[in-house]
């Protein structure tokens, strides 16, 4: 008989800020995912605790940035230990950052990415370009392995103007540029579907991240940042997806998705 998992990607903003809060373990113990993915640690391994480096019933799998400390990086936390485990991209320019896990597991393979944000004053729109086509390769070599891929993370673009709350005051604000969003349009014809718009194509309202000193989250005045991609030939075993706004404790808030698996 199948099993479905339960697989979760969070951009926890501060894994440690958001342990010190008493609200990162107790989730996971009340949710019981089956996999979470995690973006923006900014820790490295060495400076958790041990419940948290290592929590009960899961294996865990940390990827800090190496270009300075307290900054990006991405963490997997898995009930299934993987096969294997790679990090990054093999572009030391990207991968110095900690924003890649590529985890295989019997019958899929999971990439879990904290994709980089363009500045306030564009700065770093080229590098998340690049950053953008890089991983697109990356994922199309992970597709010559003929198993399901799955890819899930921040983003950090809202896709189509039903993705945010004030689209027309946002056009040149980086996140919905013209050229960052026509990447997810790209992705979508390299044969990816976005698993939450595949069960709700046209349900507004629906975001991952607020501006924390605007007390944006009260109004719900978002941004949708946070996605699971699947290859479309994997649907079949996409049983749902979901945004989960009531859990607090970072500017952005879990989604998950459902995935079944034929038992080993």
Known sequence: MPTCLLLYSWNVNGIRALHRKGIFLDWLRETRPDIVC?????????????????????HAVWHAARSRRGYSGTA????????????????????????????FFDGFILVNCYFP???????????????????????????????????????????????????????????????????????????????????????????????????????NVGWRLDYFFVAREALPALTDAFIRPDVMGSDHCPVGIGWRVENE
């Open 76 to 103: 997997l936390l898995s009930r299934r230990r993987p096969l294997q485990v790679e990090f990054g991209l093999g572009i030391p320019e990207f991968d110095r950052e900690g924003r890649t896990i590529t985890a």
């Open 117 to 219: 944000n363009g500045g306030r004053d564009h700065s770093r729109v080229p590098f998340k370009l690049a950053f953008y086509e890089a991983f697109l390769e990356h994922c199309r070599r992970l597709r010559d392995y003929d198993l399901p891929l799955i890819f899930c993370g921040d983003v950090n673009t809202a896709h189509r103007e039903i993705d945010l709350a004030r689209p027309r005051a946002n056009r040149k604000t980086t996140g919905f540029l013209p050229e960052e969003r026509a990447w997810i349009d790209r992705v979508l014809l390299a044969g990816y579907v976005d698993s939450f718009r595949h069960f709700y194509p046209d349900l507004p309202g629906q975001y991952t991240w607020w501006s924390l000193p605007t007390r944006a989250r009260e109004r």
């Open 38 to 58: 995690l973006q923006e640690t900014r820790a490295e391994a060495g400076q958790l605790p041990d419940a948290l480096r290592q929590p009960d019933g899961y």
